[in-house]
């Protein structure tokens, strides 16, 4: 029961009235640490109630201790927008019964209105990381005085290339701060440097963390011959698997606009999301997906950072991923607040050995799942290396280019030689020439 961490009961009366009595285990380990004051370094998995996790023990502290002051007590920044305004009506639905006041602040919006909004100085700040430094910059909000620093989703902020944005902020940010770094997955080569940068003494957790079997969702795999054979495989998963709402990942811009061209022309209801589509339309995308407008969304990796979709049960990875932290996120998108979820990866022979580099990564394989229907020529490489990869030709390709190689100078030594035997001798003169 969340009353037993002796929260402040205007927030337990809050989480009740949210149907949130029991604590998750990230919540279970976080709560007491964060009352205590420490700094945390928490992995956990999309959907396991970390955003919980860190505003209540954050607002109980805003609620029980004096700041005469004012300005901004607590921050929370995040990579994306969606994620923001995620963490923003969580934090409103917490906060509905006291006087704590806050903020949202991200980009693609106008900034005169955010000018305003800070000037009133709320006590809870939620942004994004370009926007806000857009702030600071221009003196319009002040960190000299902030108790709490919430960097959430840190990993994909660093994947996104925000690093030193992060530590711009954390720079301008009170030195006698409480700093608290969560993120889905460990696997970033900048996460510990950033860390380290960060944090002072902290404890570090890592429940049910990226690397292991997620109990919610169901994981399969189903081979594929070629592309075209996967788009069959995804109009009959489509057509006969149940779902309320589905995400399909591809590796790239191209293929999410094929896909979604591909699948309205079969009338249905999807919405498409890359790298390149402006917040305008991204803002529709989802309020599509939010309305029930839009049951699928066909996205790439980058578009769907951060997204917090309702009801999604079904994961579908046109493309392998290319990283097993890729994965993590992808699937994480179902399975969320205990629900069940599926997630199905269509795998063609060239990626394969992706294939068993995220099952590696992950210390678990796929369940295999085949369409009798749709059954296809490849059913796996024959010979596979300890670590499940192909039994390549590697050598014997790289023995035909020599071979290649050897025979093409021949030729050309052979060409050489036949031009330099037809060269006439120096001042002889043509045969057909008579000499006056």
Not at 295 to 323: C, E, Q, S, W, Y
Not at 374 to 385: A, N
Request: net charge positive.
């Amino acid at each position: 029961m969340f009353s037993h961490f002796s929260l402040h009961r205007l927030l337990i009366k809050s989480l009740r009235e949210q149907g949130l009595r029991q604590p998750t285990p990230v919540q279970i380990e976080a709560i007491p640490l964060i009352l205590d004051g420490m700094d945390l370094q928490v992995t956990a998995e999309t959907g396991s109630g970390k955003t919980v996790a860190y505003l209540a023990p954050a607002l109980h502290q805003l609620l029980t201790t004096a700041h005469p002051s004012g300005g901004t007590r607590l921050l929370v920044v995040l990579p994306t927008r969606e994620l923001a305004q995620q963490v923003f009506k969580t934090c409103q639905q917490l906060t509905r019964h006291t006087r704590l006041s806050a903020g949202l602040i991200y980009g693609g919006e106008a900034i005169d209105p955010q000018y305003a909004l800070l000037a009133d100085e709320p006590a809870i700040v939620i942004a994004t990381t370009g926007r806000l430094l857009e702030h600071i910059e221009t003196n319009s909000i002040d960190l000299a005085t902030l108790e709490i620093l919430v960097l959430d989703e840190a990993d994909r902020m660093l994947d996104m290339g925000f690093s030193d944005d992060v530590l711009k902020i954390v720079e301008v940010s009170s030195p006698k701060r409480q700093t608290l770094l969560f993120s889905a997955t460990m696997n970033n080569a900048w996460l510990g440097a950033m860390a380290n940068k960060v944090l002072r003494e902290p404890e570090v957790l890592e429940v049910s963390g990226g690397r292991t079997s997620h109990s919610a969702i169901t994981e399969q795999v189903m081979l594929a011959d070629n592309e075209a054979h996967k788009q069959k495989q995804l109009l009959w998963l489509l057509s006969f698997e149940p779902y309320r709402k589905a995400i399909v990942f591809t590796n790239s811009r191209v293929n999410a606009e094929r896909l979604g061209s591909l699948l309205q022309q079969k009338k249905y209801r999807v919405v498409a999301l890359h790298g390149d589509v402006l917040p305008e339309r991204r803002k529709r995308v989802m309020e599509r997906l939010d309305a029930a407008e839009a049951k699928i969304l066909v996205a790439t990796d980058v578009a769907a950072r951060g997204l917090d979709i309702d009801g999604v049960d079904l994961v579908i990875n046109f493309d392998m991923p290319r990283r097993g932290d890729d994965y993590v996120h992808r699937i994480g998108r179902t399975g969320r607040g205990g629900e069940k979820g599926v997630a199905i990866t269509l795998v063609q022979p060239d990626e394969w050995n992706l294939k068993a580099s995220v099952e590696r990564y992950l210390k678990h394989t796929f369940e295999p799942r085949l369409i009798e229907v749709l059954q296809g020529q490849f059913k796996g490489p024959k010979k596979l290396r300890a670590s499940g990869k192909t039994v390549g030709n590697k050598k014997k390709k790289e023995k035909g280019n020599r071979d290649s190689k050897t025979r093409k100078k021949a030729k050309q030594r052979k060409r050489l030689k036949q031009s330099i035997g037809k060269r006439r001798a120096p001042g002889k003169a043509p045969r057909n020439e008579s000499s006056t």
